[in-house]
């Protein structure tokens, strides 16, 4: 019987998310696997090396000292759920009725991993902290090299804020200080905001615009825009948010298990009924600002 059950599970918790510009917690570049064996990470924020040096033929070479700091712990979080199918139901199937609650088991399943990844945004600008102790998108990222920077933008999405949100990335300093010209390869939007962000970088000439001019995000940088339903209003975050993030951004996934299902037959109940579990262990988190700047849309 469980066999039959997770035919029908798993053709459903992994439905085909190729869909153009569609992002999920399972969006490799968007979200970066963390594999872990225990029920708790711990890492610490590097400072690497700074500029090499101009140095004579003679002269004693200089030397960098890497250090780390702003250590932090995440911890592995469970999502369970079960469903109970009594053996009558299972045994007649009546119009399907246990393969459609197992179909909706198994959504409720990529919806929950797909709501709590997509929380780090919606958070990013009040709770979601990185681990200097601010949150993901500030204007007051103290750097372990001494000063601050910020990787917050203002104003809503437009061919002006989102050149502004480039140049940042581009002169965004690292924890040493130096600036490592980052280039964007996402721009994360709500729903809401999907189909101008398209028009916005992928218009053959200037969106919006009558000046004949080419589209320089698209000519020249040719970031992918994605979304996700779970960024907008509707599941608690905001409809003018938007985020640009380079390749070495620290947006992470720490998975300690995927998902796994369990049955306990009719017989070990008292009322003929079976029991069918699942659940899975994994956090999302982001330990650096760097690679990675926002706006609220305001």
Known sequence: MQTELDDVFFQTFEYDSSSPGIAT????????VVPTTHAAYIGE???????????????????????????YTIYVNDFTDSIA????????????????????FALM?????????????????????????????????????GGTTSNLIT??????????????LREQKNQAGVILGGVPTILLVPSKLFKYALQLTDSALVAD??????NVYRSSYGFKVMSS????????????????????????????????????????????????????????????YSGAVASLGT
Not at 25 to 32: N, P, R, T, V, W
Not at 209 to 214: E, G, P
């Open 155 to 168: 104003g809503a999405l437009s061919d002006t804020t989102l050149n502004n949100g480039i140049v940042s």
């Open 109 to 145: 399943a990529r919806i929950t991993q797909d709501d709590q990844a997509f929380a780090l945004f919606r958070n990013a600008f009040t709770t979601t902290l990185t681990a200097d102790g601010v949150a993901f998108f500030s204007a007051s990222h103290v750097l372990i090299g």
């Open 209 to 214: 615009s009558a000046n004949n001019a080419i």
């Open 85 to 104: 199918l009594s053996k009558d139901l299972f045994d007649d199937n009546m119009h399907g009725v246990w393969s459609e609650d197992v179909k909706q």
């Open 25 to 32: 917690a399972q969006s490799g570049d968007l979200f970066k």
């Open 45 to 71: 924020v590097n400072k690497g090396t700074g500029l090499w040096k101009l140095t004579g033929e003679t002269q004693t070479i200089s030397q960098s000292t890497p250090s780390v700091r702003n250590k």
């Open 229 to 288: 339903p779970y960024l907008g209003a509707a599941a608690g975050g905001s409809d003018t948010a938007w985020f640009l993030l380079t390749p070495n951004h620290s947006v992470s996934r720490l998975v300690r298990q995927g998902v796994q299902t369990a049955l306990t037959p009719w017989q070990y109940s008292n009322n003929r009924t079976y029991n069918y579990q699942g659940n899975f262990r994994e956090s999302v988190f982001v330990p650096d």
